[in-house]
Each structure stands twice: as structure tokens, then as C-alpha cells.
């Protein structure tokens, strides 16, 4: 995996129920220091990793005197990388938002974090959020259901992966492109997982939330962040034009300015 700052990283390693092998997940902290500042952890998309983020955590932190968590989940980046006869299962986001997130926050250390989740990783943190005392959610491009765009999209992917050159340009970011790409590909386009749907579940969330998503997404309809709304009517949306799945990428200092306002803004609530 080519990445400069890999050096950096640490490991943490946690036994989990239903695995029979320990997992390694790689972590960076950046910013502030995490003893003086709030910290805000960073949840990846689902072909993300630490490096699949770039300078976006740093950047963010480091402008707002926050303290960041980014990691690679299981099956990511330099994480252990997923079995190839290993398939996820539909809940396979649960077990990511309700056992490998608090044994994560367990082993290094933190309480109540602010949530910053892209795609997959805004459905784990709302997932989060739901059973967990968190400061807030910025839920970025999430998915509640599953949508035509999505899958049609999804199997794209996989064409792109197959024959085109996505293994090549993964393989910058994971030491496994394989176990990345199979994991979220193959739960996605699963008949079973059609039915998938955390809009129900979500209703339990009493912390701030900010849904954010491009009015260009290519992997969801606006209907995904109005679904939040509908349940969590305190919830601040964000629709950002010219802007597809990724707005970290494709406008990263308008998501920077309004989910750093937004954070500053629910402290100082919260404060008074």
C-alpha cells in the first residue's frame, strides 16, 4: 500500500465475537491533542481506508483545534483484510456500529466522540448513534435503504473492478484491493440485502445530527439525507449542488466550512 504517512499509524487489536482470529485495525490520530480537544472520528466509505481520505481529517482538525480518530475498518486498507470465502452479511454495518465501534473506542481511549461517517461509514455512525451516547453525527452521503441508482451504480463498480482498472488504482490504498472491493461489492449486491433498511432504527438518536449529501450523487437520491429529517426532525440538511457521493472531494471547503459550523455551533449549546 503506498502511502507516505503509513509509518505513522498504530494498530489496535481487538477479539470479537463470531471471529476466530484476532483483528488489527490501523488508526492515526491527527489534529490537536486528544487530551485538550474534542475528538472526531472518522468513518470511511465502502471502498474507503485511512489514505482513501487524504489530508480532508487533518485539514479539518487541524483548522478547528479538534483532535481526529481516522482508521481503516476490518478488511481495509492495512486492517486484517477480509478471507476471500468470507461474505458479509446483510447487517454486516450493525456489527460494525455495534461491536467493533465500542470495542474500538474501548481500547484507545474514547468517550463520546463526534461521528464524521461517509457512505457506508454515515450508516454505521447513525447505526452508532442509535445505542450509543455520542457528542453528534456528521452523516455524509449515508444510505437508510436501497435505492435503483445505488445498485446500478454498485454493479459498475464491479465491472470496473473486473476489467477495468479500480483493482489498480484500490491497491494504492489497501493492502488487500481484493478483500476491500469483495466485501462491500458482494453484500451490496446480494438479493437479500435489497430489503435492507435502518430508518426505524434510527429513531432513537438524541444527539445533533448534520446529513449531508451532493445533489449529483451517483450512489443516492436526496431522499436518503429528507429520510433523516422525516425521523430526527431537528436534523440540519445540507444539499450541495455541483457535488456527487463524495463532497470531501468534489467540494471539500463548503463541507468543511458548514460541518465545522456546525460542530463549533452544538458546543457552544451545549456550553451554555
Known sequence: MADGRAARRSFASLRMTGQARELRLEYEWVGAPRTSAPVVVFLHEGLGSISMWKDFPRDFCDERDL??????????????????????????????????????????????????????????????????????VVAVAPHLFVEDISIVS??????????????????????????????????????????WNIEAEIATIACPVLAVQGEDD?????????????????????AIPECGHSPHRDQPALLAREAGRFIREQREQAST
Not at 431522499?223 to 440540519?236: N, V, W, Y
Request: hydrophobic share 40%.
Open 218 to 238: 451517483e450512489y443516492g437520491t436526496l431522499e436518503q439525507i429528507r429520510a433523516i429529517a422525516r425521523r430526527l426532525p431537528k436534523t440540519r440538511l445540507l
Open 67 to 136: 483532535a481526529g480518530f481516522v482508521f481503516s475498518r476490518y478488511g481495509y486498507g492495512g486492517s486484517t483484510p477480509k478471507p476471500p470465502a468470507e461474505r458479509w452479511r446483510p447487517d454486516f454495518m450493525h456489527a460494525q456500529a455495534h461491536e467493533v465501534l465500542p470495542a474500538l473506542f474501548a481500547e484507545v481511549g474514547i468517550e463520546r466522540p463526534w461521528l464524521f461517517g461517509h457512505s457506508d461509514g454515515g450508516s454505521i455512525a447513525l447505526l452508532h448513534a442509535a445505542r450509543f451516547p455520542v457528542a453528534g
Open 154 to 195: 454498485i454493479e459498475q463498480a464491479r465491472s470496473a473492478y473486473d476489467i477495468g482498472d479500480l483493482r489498480t488504482r484500490l491497491a494504492r490504498h489497501h493492502a488487500d484491493p481484493d478483500s476491500a472491493f469483495r466485501g462491500w461489492n458482494d453484500a451490496w449486491l446480494a438479493p437479500e440485502f435489497r430489503h
